[in-house]
């Protein structure tokens, strides 16, 4: 079945540091994926998309890889900040495209 | 609007009641999604609508649960009978159509059945 994973651990780390978040699909070829960082409270807000035939995307402080190979995307926040504290979702289309599935998030907490 | 707008922003209801919860999409977005979130959980698919049509209801968790879209703008989603399982956070979103990349979320209807 198809399966979307993200660490369900809380990441906890110091400021300054880079935060690595991991996401695992099975049972997909999505053509994108895509995060979302969702505040105590809030909607998902929209991050970083990165198609398949990318193997990097930057935007500020974020960093996103995707290797389909391994069916993973790596999520990095460097010089991280409490701000950055939240919730960070993966996200991927389904099959038929008309949806967006998503993990269930990893929490992190960025000390200061 | 300038943003996905969601109402109420919070309902309690007793178990047995119908609720009907709203969502304006932003101005111009032909897709519109609605998910639910349970506390500390994932988000759920529940309906996808491209105009007033709805492709996809794949994720409605029950015959209990509907939802319509009327002038390809404003979305209701009604849940009948609620039960306390069906407390949850319900989130709407919208996107340009269904082939674009980012979809906008509303901040949720949040929902508890005592």
């Not at chain 1, 400021?15 to 809030?42: F, I, V």
């Not at chain 1, 069916?71 to 990095?76: A, N, R, V």
């Not at chain 2, 319509?68 to 919208?94: F, H, K, M, N």
């Given at each position: ?56 995307k930057r935007k500020e402080r974020l ?50 | ?49 491209q105009g007033n049509s709805a492709p ?48 906008y979320f509303g901040e949720g209807s ?5």
């Amino acid at each position: 079945s198809q399966k979307i994973e993200q660490n369900s651990e809380a990441l906890n780390i110091q400021e300054g540091k880079t935060a690595t978040l991991t996401c695992n699909y099975t049972n997909y070829s999505p053509a994108y994926l895509q995060w979302y960082r969702q505040d105590p409270g809030r909607g998902p807000v929209f991050l970083l998309l990165i198609r398949e035939n990318e193997k990097e995307k930057r935007k500020e402080r974020l960093k996103v890889t995707f290797d389909t190979t391994l069916k993973q995307s790596l999520f990095h926040i460097t010089a991280s900040q409490p701000a950055d504290s939240a919730t960070y979702l993966c996200a991927l289309e389904d099959t038929g495209g008309f949806k967006t599935i998503f993990g269930a998030g990893t929490r992190l907490f960025v000390k200061a | 609007g300038a943003g996905v707008s969601q109402s109420p922003s919070n309902k309690v209801t007793e178990k047995g009641k119908d609720v009907e919860l709203r969502c304006d999409p932003i101005s111009g977005h032909t897709a519109l999604y609605w998910y639910r979130q349970s506390l500390g959980q994932g988000l759920e698919f529940l309906i996808y609508f491209q105009g007033n049509s709805a492709p996809d209801k794949s994720g409605l968790p029950s015959d209990r649960f509907s939802a319509e879209r009327t002038g390809g703008s404003v979305s209701t989603l009604t849940i009948q009978r609620t039960q306390q399982e069906d407390s949850a956070v319900y989130l709407c979103a919208s996107s340009l159509d269904f082939n674009a990349d980012t979809i906008y979320f509303g901040e949720g209807s949040w929902l508890t059945v005592v």
